[in-house]
């Protein structure tokens, strides 16, 4: 019997001695309370602990082989390597020569990603573990909500990549049990979050008027610096399509990416829609495409100016011949139909910002019309230069310029180029030890508009192609900020008044509108800021509960035009929060010329641990015989097992149809997740005569595995288009 210490010295120096011949071995070092030696033979026995370089092993008994250098470790074998990989086995052979190790019932796990594979036999080289009888999971080990079970499976030790062979797919259902649910050949999935080239979680579904629907994306990662997707789609009665996404990051300071791709329809699809819809109402176009680029970057030229500076490019645009390209690109979120092009470059110091935009618009409303997007207003583009707030001469008087230039074109209708001056200068004086503050304001607002085309314009004049105008007025403010603890809450008040005198008004702007071809009137883009003489006053409270949640907000102004002898618009906005998780708001506003509400928002919501509910109004009034009014829900309850129901709804009152309403179940789980939902929505479509909306309703089921990744399943039939106006 040899004791604990001298062994691990003398058989430390005997494996170094090896390691020196044979590099790829590793230093082995070797404690445990009992020890003996025959011949070439070392056997361990209570606490036995095996440490290098790479592995942390803890046994019941150990045997080494001084000639064929190789480790068997027997009974409750619980094994470290590195820094996240932990593995429990009831036998394990380890050859030193050639770094191999063969297991036995062996369990083993990332924690890192909490991935855990169990396995009958297994062995492990260089490059692979190799099991056999592989159960992977990353739920609970006992009783996991899924499975996978294979004949055998191979672990990448560098990629961390899992193949897997003949798995088949269990679920651990409700009352039910573990249920096998699929089967497949072969399946193979990354067990870490590197970037890796191949195939994404597929997309499948059902429609009735378009078939089987599929869509396969396929993932390319060759560097660290880009990637590309391609995205594969087949609809059986309808056509085929693609899309295909480059993703760059081209600095330290930017990142962007550039997609493009269609989808055609078959002739017999376009035919069978003809035929339900008449010519009239049949799809305008057989191919649908678009194209997308954007591009975010905070660091372009300040480097050269001065490395303080803040800076910023956006590059946002999307080219397309019609709305179907969004839908059929299938888009989480809904698609718009003004689809808008956006342009921004900043560059600003402490004292100045220096920038210029553009705006580019295509109405997927008129893209079936006669003159498509022709007249509609562009904005190519704006310049602006600010200097931002500060004093002059006095500590107390502040000012700040603001200077804009804006070319507004398009190839029909009414063009313009604007320039714009805004001046302000305020100043602020404490009045009453504090208690209140006067402020007087001096605004100069100047403008230069030169048209083109003007003579087709709905005013019909070929004259007065510049308006100059110049408007200046006079603000004098006083407020104060009051607040007082009482024994149950604590109140502040915030309240005030001012008084606008206008000033000098040389020309007007306010009746000049440009117009489509139709006749219909976009708002004035080309507004000044006119003011009219007018007194106003304010009132905003808050109030919080002695421990400082606040639990009531309210504000109120109202307005009163003194040369026009007449109301301005009341507003009132308050929300109550009774509880932590309940809130009730609303924010109305009251024409005293129309003697009508004519906008007001409205509405409840609650959230809790086992349910939450919450139902909105909004109301708009357009004119004084059209306005919008839409209402919508959205509640949720959570079930047991971790389940969840949820439901939404929204209804417009004014055209008095559903236009969405969706009701699922959610099972949501860190190691899985699926849903079930059924949804009934309207879509925009372009058809021959203009747009239109078609009526989509569908099942979708959605499952997530983690860290495998998800698919998604949808049913859906599809009415024939219409308009619900």
Known sequence: MWRKILLSISLSVAVFAISQDQMQNQNFELLADDVSKNGDVLTA?????????????????????????????????????????????????????????????????????????????????????????????????????????????????????????????????????????????????????????????????????EGIYYKQPIYFAPYNSWDFQTDFQIRTRRGMGLNNTLRFTDSPYSYGYFSFGGFRDKDVYRQRQSVKNSNLQALKYKTHYGVELFYDRNNLFKDYINSQLQEGLYLNTTILNDVEYLNLKGRGDDADSLVTSKLNYFLSGDDHYFATYARYYIDTQKIGSTYKNKDTLQELPAFQYHKFSNSFVLPNLIYSLDVQSHRYDRKIGVKATQYELNLPVSLHLPLLDEYLTFSFYENLYASHIRYDNKRISAIKSDKDKRDNFVNNYHRFAIHTDLAKAYDSFFHTLNFGAEYILPGINNGDLSDEFIYDLDGKGYENFLAAEHKKQEIAGYVTQYFYTSNGRKFLRHSVSQSYYTKDSELGNLKNSIAFYPFVNLTLFNKVEYSHLQNKIVRMQSGINYSADKFSIGINHTFRRRTDAKHDSYLTTNAAVKLPYFYKFLGAWQYDLERDYTKMWRLGLAHNRKCWNYSLIYQSDYEPVTTKTGSATKRTQGVMFMVNFYPMGGVGYDFSMQKDPSSVE
């Open 45 to 209: 026995t209570k606490n036995v602990v095996v440490y290098s370089q790479t592995y942390l092993i803890t046994a019941d008994k150990a045997i080494y082989n001084q000639t064929s250098e190789i480790i068997e470790l027997f009974g409750n074998v619980n094994m470290m390597r590195g820094a996240n990989e932990i593995s429990r086995s009831s036998y394990v052979k380890i050859n030193l020569k050639n770094d191999t190790l063969d297991f036995e019932t062996l369990f083993m796990m990332d924690k890192d990603l909490e991935v855990w594979m169990q396995s009958d036999e297994s062995n492990s080289d260089e490059n692979y573990y190799h099991t056999k009888g592989a159960v992977v999971s990353s739920c609970n080990v006992k009783d996991p909500d899924w499975s996978i079970t294979a004949t055998t499976a191979k672990l990448n030790k560098q990629s961390k990549f899992l193949h897997l062979y003949n798995p088949l797919f269990r679920v651990n259902l409700p009352l039910v049990g573990n249920t096998p649910v699929f089967y497949l050949p072969y399946f193979g999935f990354p067990t870490d979050t590197t970037r890796r080239t191949g195939l994404l979680p597929l997309d499948a579904g059902y429609s009735k008027s």
